[in-house]
């Protein structure tokens, strides 16, 4: 089986960015700073590649005159401790409340092919629009926002802070992180600071120094400079908006260091990470009893200042956190029957076939409509060919190439159909999600009117009341230009603390402090806790206790304490490696990653170690 099939993303490949891009970095790294030796034999003198440690008790990289003169060096990434206070430092001096208007846009990367999907060098035209509280800088539209340039990529900022250092020669200094995206669930990580005053503003430097890109390869790093201007505002919903974070603040889960899972709770934190490289994993976390027990948030340039706000490009995991959840959310409203309804009664369903006439929201998100093109003739039930639909000339060259709801459907319905029909054998497809999704989102509207939208549904009936402030999420762009339905099958940027809230809710049997938000007696099938076990899973899954199932989007693998207890595990899964299991013992384990490592096995065994699995 190939790569890509043991992929849950089609047609990730060639939107990465090419491996060669590791082997640039050093090159890049030693450009420039050090000018050229003369005639007979001189050397040329070292390059300063001081930016690539922390920095000492005096800032000497990012001062306030590199800002001010819009300096570009160096000619790389640097230490991310650079974009935040450094020496002595002290609360700023100026409050912050306005607009920052880029007015140049190029950056440089060291990807030796921008432009393939994945990375742009034209920094998005997006104006930046800030309000500051005590420490705070806080962003006042923290949803995916689209530049008006040719920029390919999107942008989502994040909350950073604000300070003053006595060497800024009366200027005050800022940072905030932010996620660049694109047309895929991918995720930049990056940061970005600043000084200003009153009035003025310097240049922005930023950086992206880690990622999640559905598929491994080469890492990919952004930097430059951009030029700006500050225009100072006092927006009418300022207060509000620092009401709201101040709300989102006090609702973060407690978080616990890494070395407190070995100190406290005697968990071999090394075999959890399974011997994954540090700087291919962009978040990992252990909820139990409702803490947060989280690895620091690695990067090819130091840690990230902003691990809190860190977000990832969800994949596949999002079939559980956005599909899943909206269809229990549903059946809580209006009955478990929602699960039984026919695709049909609520799509123009244009097949040239009769292949959807039986199947129902539940087939669909179970991978189990009977619908594809690959493989047909093998025999079901052996795990062999799960992925055979994913990746498929239709989804390669169109489906994801289409934009609109109703296009997108015309391009899912031409496959054609198998012969063993509905619930019979799971073929992994991420445009069937999308047509569930699109199916919900008509019934929503037969119920509740016209403008209902099962986006929104989901984000203000089941992600803010659980704490889920913002929950940035992937949706298509119709006709109008309006802003559609989610994609569900992908698109989720989730920080650590969003994952363990929802976490928490499906352990907690879909209620949040008294209240019931998903159907109790579904979410019991989705996670393994009735009679139905799903079906057969990719084979590739499988362990050494038994066979990988698949049910309502979860995945679910056995574990044995090898005497008396044995447990099926759910987990999510993405491209990439992102994994979130939900053990027996309420206990969560959590990885978003760029290995393509899919073995969650070694999570669920830490997992297992913190509680009992059998009750």
């Known amino acids: 089986m190939s790569q890509r099939m043991q992929q849950d993303v089609a047609n990730i490949s060639w939107r990465l960015p090419n491996i060669l891009g590791l082997l640039l970095l050093p090159i890049l790294l030693n450009c420039g700073g050090g000018g050229s030796g003369g005639g007979g034999g001189s050397s040329v003198p070292p390059a300063d590649t001081s930016y690539l440690s922390a ?78 509280d005590g420490n705070d800088l806080i962003p ?34 800022a940072s905030f992180p932010f996620e660049l995206t694109g047309g895929w669930n991918f995720s930049l990580n990056g940061i970005a600071t600043f000084i200003y005053t009153d009035t003025k503003i310097s240049a922005l430097r930023l950086q992206t120094v880690q990622d999640t890109n ?43 260091s890494w070395s407190d899972l070995a100190s406290q709770l005697k968990m071999d934190v090394g075999a959890f990470n399974g011997g994954i490289n540090t700087q291919q994993i962009s978040t990992t976390g252990v909820v139990k009893d409702g803490v947060i027990y989280r690895q620091p948030c690695y990067t090819r340039f130091g840690d990230y200042p902003y691990c809190q706000q860190m977000r990832s490009g969800a994949f596949s995991t999002s079939k559980s956190m956005v599909a899943a959840v909206a269809l229990l959310r549903l059946a809580q409203k209006y009955g478990d029957g929602v699960g039984d309804l026919l695709i049909k009664n609520y799509l123009n369903v244009n097949a040239t076939h009769n292949g959807w006439d039986n199947v129902t929201f539940l087939d669909t998100l179970d991978m189990a409509t009977g619908i594809g093109t690959t493989n047909a003739n093998v025999p079901v039930g052996t795990g062999s060919y799960t992925f055979g639909d994913e990746g498929n000339d239709i989804s390669d060259t169109m489906f994801f190439d289409t934009q609109g709801t109703a296009n997108m459907l015309n391009v899912a319905f031409t496959q054609p159909k198998y012969s063993w ?45 659980i704490g889920i402030a913002h929950a940035p999420l992937m949706r298509t762009t119709e006709s109008n230009g309006t802003e559609g339905i989610p994609f569900m099958a992908y698109g989720l940027y989730p920080t650590a603390d969003d994952t363990a809230k929802l976490a928490q809710l499906l352990q907690n049997g879909g209620s949040h402090n008294g209240q019931q938000i998903l159907s109790a007696s579904l979410l019991q099938t989705a996670l393994y806790q009735t009679t139905n076990q799903g079906l057969r899973g990719y084979s590739g899954y499988d362990n050494v206790y038994g066979q990988s199932r698949y049910l309502m989007s979860f995945w679910s693998l056995p574990w044995s304490d090898g005497a008396n207890c044995t447990a099926r595990v759910p987990y999510m899964n993405g491209a990439g490696g992102n994994l979130i299991a939900l053990l027996p013992n309420g206990v969560t384990v959590f990885r978003y990653s760029d290995s393509n490592n899919y073995d969650a096995t070694p999570l669920i065994q830490a997992g297992a170690n913190l509680g009992n699995m059998c009750h």
């Not at 607009?99 to 034209?122: Q, R, W």
């Not at 700006?228 to 006090?250: C, I, S």
């Not at 989102?441 to 009936?461: C, F, H, R, S, T």
């Open 421 to 465: 029909g509905p619930g019979v054998e799971m073929r992994y497809d991420s445009m069937h999600t999308f047509i569930l999704s699109a199916a919900m989102d008509a019934y929503l509207k037969q119920q509740e009117g016209p403008n209902a939208n099962i986006g929104d549904m989901l984000v203000n009936e089941v992600y803010a009341p």
């Open 140 to 173: 006042l539209k923290r949803e995916i926002l689209t530049g008006t340039n040719s920029s390919s990529m999107r942008l989502i900022l994040e909350p950073g802070s604000i300070w003053s250092e006595p060497t800024d020669n009366g200027w005050s200094r």
């Open 55 to 132: 920095p000492g008790a005096t800032r000497t990289w990012l001062t306030d005159s590199d800002l001010t003169s819009a300096k570009a060096a160096p000619n790389s990434p640097l230490h991310n401790n650079y974009f935040m206070p450094v020496g002595t430092s002290n609360p700023a001096l100026h409050p912050f409340s306005g607009t920052i208007h880029l007015t140049s846009f190029m950056v440089s990367t060291n990807d030796p092919s921008p432009g393939n999907g994945y990375v742009d060098t034209t920094f998005p035209n997006i104006d930046l629009e800030f309000v500051s």
């Open 214 to 256: 559905g598929g491994g390869g080469a890492r990919t790093n952004i930097w430059g400079i951009l030029n700006a201007t500050y225009v100072p505002l006092l927006f009418a919903d300022n207060l509000g908006v620092v009401a709201q974070f101040h709300q989102e603040k006090a609702g973060y889960l407690p978080v616990a």
